[in-house]
């Protein structure tokens, strides 16, 4: 495996080369800046979406910093950091939840670092003040709906879904997913334990089946007429409806999307973060990267390539996402959503949500 990626390295270095070379007089990269990869930063992620790599691609052409990607499941990632310890090589933590960032940080794995360039256009409640954490792309998490099961006007917020009218309606996964995770801990931080407890305790009761299956796996459920509503993040269903799977595209189609609790507190939101590791030495490197996440351009990738929305105003969104109109969100600070995390595991477990 190892092997195997140094020779793929290898061989990009010398694409790369070639490349710069053969075409020098197209690219906007001069040869000195890609000689050589001076500097290496080595990321652990758990982010899945194929448009990671080329944004690492494109930071590498652009700053010359080679980067190596380590995939894998976040749980994984951080007891393999924890295991390491001051050994490990990775420089950067990328996680598509917040809960992790957070757990990251409590179990003094990240060191806060300088804020790094561009963060003064992110709202405060999306990143760590202190430095040890910054929201890079932002989702929703929010009810996806079939139009001929469910009117609009029946829609109201999170806390609705526990009430009896719901009953057998509502897909939704496991306990054990971390997004669902943040929402009952952003849940706990709007109405306190108990009623947290209540609400998990009603939606277990209004499933149209103990949860399975991933976010997808909800929304063609609720195709199949199993279920009225799903409880997902915003870019799945944007994922559907452009998917090369004809289920999916169709499925998608049927689907409308609400963002729930607009009279209150606003639609749950969550984020895709990134943290410099305790043990990095390369954090000029590291905060070169955030803030190249923290670009415009690379912005827009996320949000058009991934139907996620920009942690950066003015930012265009995908046209698909745009036409799901703006909404309030939930600007509660991030960090309380990880210090719930381990209230709401337990509520889950309290509540019978399998
Ligand atoms: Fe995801």
């Not at 949000?303 to 942690?311: D, I, R, S, T, Y």
Request: hydrophobic share 40%; charged share 30%; net charge negative.
């Amino acid at each position: 495996m190892l092997n195997n990626r140094l020779f793929i390295n290898g061989f990009s270095l010398f694409f790369v080369g070639l490349l710069v070379t053969s075409c020098f007089s197209d690219s906007e990269v001069s040869k000195e800046e890609v000689a050589d990869f001076e500097e290496v930063i080595n990321i652990y992620s758990d982010r899945h979406y194929p448009i990671d790599d080329t944004i690492y691609k494109r930071f590498e052409e652009t700053h010359n910093i080679k980067v190596n990607l380590v995939k894998g499941k976040s749980e994984d990632l951080l007891a393999r950091i924890e295991k390491e310890g001051d050994a490990t090589k990775a420089d950067l933590l990328i996680t598509a939840d917040v809960g992790r960032l957070y757990q990251a940080k409590s179990a003094d794995l990240f060191q806060a670092v300088k804020h790094p360039e561009g963060i003064d256009k992110v709202n405060n409640y999306l990143y760590d003040q202190e430095g040890y954490w910054f929201g890079i792309t932002k989702r929703a998490r929010v009810i996806v709906y079939d139009p001929e099961k469910v009117n609009e006007e029946e829609l109201t917020s999170y806390e609705d879904l526990a009430n009896p009218e719901w009953k057998g309606r509502i897909a939704v996964r496991s306990k054990g997913n971390i997004y669902n995770q943040s929402l009952l801990a952003s849940i706990i931080s709007a109405n306190g334990e108990d009623a947290a407890l209540e609400w998990v305790k009603g939606v277990v009761n209004n499933m149209a089946r103990p949860p399975k299956g991933n976010d997808r796996d909800q929304i063609k459920f609720v195709y199949a007429g199993k279920a009225d509503l799903a409880i997902v993040n915003t870019y799945y269903l944007g994922k559907m409806l452009f998917s090369d799977d004809p289920v999916e595209r169709v499925a998608g189609g049927e689907m409308e999307i609400f963002f729930p609790n607009q009279e209150g507190r606003g639609a749950h939101i969550n984020v895709s973060g990134v943290g410099v590791l305790k043990a990095s030495e390369n954090v000029e490197a590291a905060r070169k990267l955030i803030a190249y996440l923290l670009t415009p351009e690379i912005q827009e990738l996320y949000a058009q390539a991934n139907f996620e929305f920009p942690v950066v105003d003015g930012v265009e969104l995908h046209e698909t996402v745009e036409s799901w109109g703006e909404f309030k969100e939930d600007t509660v600070q991030l960090n309380k959503i990880g210090e719930n995390n381990t209230l709401a595991i337990k509520l889950f477990d309290k509540g019978g949500w399998k």
